[in-house]
């Protein structure tokens, strides 16, 4: 493990990792823009750039391997003066429209500007204006925005593989652009916007809902499919705004899929059902969950006492934690130990799976079973044991008990015709 110092502070690296990589590792912010560590280095964007000594020049630190007792410096009077100049260079063109921004608050641009930028412009001229462009289903580029990072442009090569996005023109008319009549409509497409450190890329979704500094985030993994995606939910006042990617290396890394991106529209669609209900003389009223909760308990002990042992069922769902399976197992068993456990439906499509556009390895899964935990809840059935059923011959009528506790919590209508 090499060890480097970092203006005046020594710590350890991994090996053949990058000086910029290690001061992250170790807790010290340094400014980057073209630097993705799940993405190729290109070393374009040059803020990055540190004083290395014995080295005449400045040289780019997110491109620079780490070697044992190397001594670097981001606060020479080199290394600032570069900030400077970068951080002025690409405000040249850049709009003042912070205030309208979606990105003001999570934005490099801004941190930078403040950290290491002027307060002032120098520029006179008129800036570059830049148009607006409708890129996918999911995205849209305000070009006037964009810094030419090329973050999004290695994505959609190196990781989503459909290469859509492309630089166009050169000098101050370059341009981040799609090629004729291939929009950005995959399923990995929504990872652009969180790649994007400006506010270039947007997602049509989040356009001016909220600004981000009012949103809280609470860890959570995705519902949409059996892959697993770390993510964090973010959201005010008890509505959730977007899910955004939790990096795990072992699972997800950086990313997410769209469908896990935008999952969250179930939460608050207006169908949804917000409590409990309650049928009485044929009607639905609002109830007290309390209420809900021993009305339908005294029914099933009704029904075991009128029908005897296994006249229970109880179905569930695939969308279930292995708690609330347990929990819902325990429940059905303490009422009639011969309870019949049923698996609800599995949706299932072919996996997606992402290639690098070049090489054709595999970057990204998206799993076909579109639930996220049939495996643990099948786990705790066979944990519990006893009567078990699957669920076609549920749906044909072949389970005698008559009364039982259904879960659904699917994100589609799941009670097909098959239902009996
Ligand atoms: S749109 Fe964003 S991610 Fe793409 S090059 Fe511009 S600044 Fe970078
Ligand atoms: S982050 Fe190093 S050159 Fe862009």
């Known amino acids: 493990m090499a060890k480097i110092t ?5 710590i350890e690296c991994k090996d053949k990792t990058n000086i910029l990589q290690a001061c992250l590792d170790a807790g010290i912010e340094k400014p980057y823009y073209c630097y993705h560590p799940g993405l190729s280095v290109v070393a ?17 630190s997110c491109q620079t391997a780490v070697r044992d007792g190397m001594v670097v410096h981001f606060n020479s009077t080199k290394a600032i003066a570069n900030q400077k100049q970068v951080m002025e260079y690409l405000l040249i063109n850049h709009p003042l429209d912070c205030p309208v921004c979606d990105q003001a608050g999570e934005c490099l641009l801004q941190d930078y500007s403040y950290e290491y930028g002027r307060s002032q412009s120098r520029f006179e001229e008129d800036k570059a204006k830049k148009p607006k462009k409708d890129v996918g289903d999911h995205v849209l580029l305000y070009s006037d925005r964009c810094i030419m990072c090329t973050r999004c442009v290695r994505f959609t090569r190196e990781v989503s593989g459909g290469a859509e996005l492309m630089v166009e023109g050169r000098g101050h008319r370059e341009e981040i652009d799609i090629f004729p009549g291939k929009p950005l409509n995959n399923k990995l497409s929504g990872n652009v916007v969180d790649l994007c450190p400006v506010g270039a890329l947007l997602d049509k979704d989040f356009l001016f809902q909220q600004r981000v500094w009012l949103l809280k985030r609470t860890p959570s993994i995705s519902p949409a499919d059996a892959g697993g995606e770390n993510i964090y939910l973010e959201w005010n006042e008890g509505k959730v705004y977007r899910i955004k990617p939790r990096f795990n290396g072992e699972v997800n ?12 529209k179930v939460l608050n669609d207006e169908r949804r059902l917000r409590g409990a209900m309650k049928k009485e003389l044929g009607a639905l009223t609002a109830c007290g969950m309390n209420d809900a909760v021993a009305s ?3 029914g099933l002990q009704d029904a075991v006492g009128k029908n005897g042992a296994g006249s229970l069922y109880a179905v569930f769902s695939p969308m279930m934690a292995c708690e609330e399976a347990f929990l819902l197992g325990r429940m059905i068993r303490s009422l009639d130990p011969q309870a019949t456990l049923v698996l609800g439906p599995i949706p299932r499509t072919e996996d997606e799976v992402f290639k690098h556009y070049i090489t054709g390895a595999e970057t990204y899964r998206i799993q076909g079973e579109k639930v996220p935990n049939r495996r643990g809840v099948e786990r705790v059935m066979q ?20 009364s039982g506790w259904i879960v659904g919590g699917y994100h589609s209508n799941w009670l097909g015709a098959e239902m009996p």
């Open 6 to 10: 970092v203006d005046g502070k020594t």
């Open 44 to 60: 374009s964007c040059r803020i990055c750039l540190c004083e290395v000594e014995g080295v005449p020049k400045l040289v780019p």
């Open 253 to 264: 890394k950086w990313w997410i899929s769209d469908d896990t991106r935008y999952s969250y």
């Open 296 to 298: 339908a308990v005294a």
């Open 383 to 402: 944990m519990l044991g006893g009567p078990m059923m699957a669920w076609d011959s549920f749906c044909r009528g072949d389970c005698r008990a008559q």
